[in-house]
């Protein structure tokens, strides 16, 4: 019974590895999308010229212009997401499967990459969200038609909890800070 148990723990601990295929799935899909950004980036960096250009009209110019803000903002956003998606691939295989020891050595990727914990892995996921929500949301109101103060309105109370939701965010670092430092004089 003893050596049934044993190969038992030995066999679920070993199905741990299950998780490499999503590593290797979120890796491969950040690094796709960090050159579908870059493509995108160079693009639009191709077509800087056309802005330039004495022949367009004001209007013209107006439209060209919010275009070129629009892919701006989108690029930021694929570039966002790719990082997610690297945090979350160097996350995982972090908790699962080994530390990074590179990571570990490096003084930059103590800030970001290095995961102790799944709260550790939500959290780093949760701020680069928000950060791509805001961005999305910056997309949408730069395309927005303000026709009524209402929509002014709306705008602004949406920047406020913008706002409230980046001050949330910093608080509750805070918050961990005085924790472990309280934690740490027990």
Not at 30 to 42: G, H, N, R, S
Not at 103 to 128: F, P, Y
Not at 136 to 149: G, K, L, N, W
């Amino acid at each position: 019974m003893k050596r049934l148990e044993e190969w038992f723990e030995n066999a679920l601990w070993g199905s741990r590895f299950v998780v490499l295929f999503a590593v290797i799935a979120s890796l491969s899909t950040a690094l796709v999308m960090f050159f579908t950004a870059t493509v995108d980036a160079w693009i639009l960096f191709s077509h800087l010229f056309d802005y330039t250009s004495s022949d367009l009209t004001a209007e013209t110019r107006a439209v060209l212009r919010a275009t070129t803000v629009t892919h701006v903002v989108e690029i930021i956003d694929g570039y966002l997401l790719a990082t997610v998606l690297l945090i979350f691939a160097l996350g995982l295989y972090e908790l699962f499967i080994s530390r990074i020891e590179p990571a570990e050595q490096s003084e930059t990727a103590s800030s970001v990459l290095i995961i102790r914990s799944l709260d550790d892995l939500k959290t780093r996921l949760a701020k680069v969200i928000l950060m791509i929500l805001i961005v999305r949301y910056f997309e949408h109101a730069v395309s927005m038609d303000f026709e009524t103060p209402m929509d002014l309105l709306l705008l602004a109370a949406g920047i406020a909890l913008i706002g409230l939701a980046l001050f949330l965010t910093q608080e509750s670092k805070g918050h961990a800070a005085r924790d472990e430092k309280a934690e740490a004089k027990k």
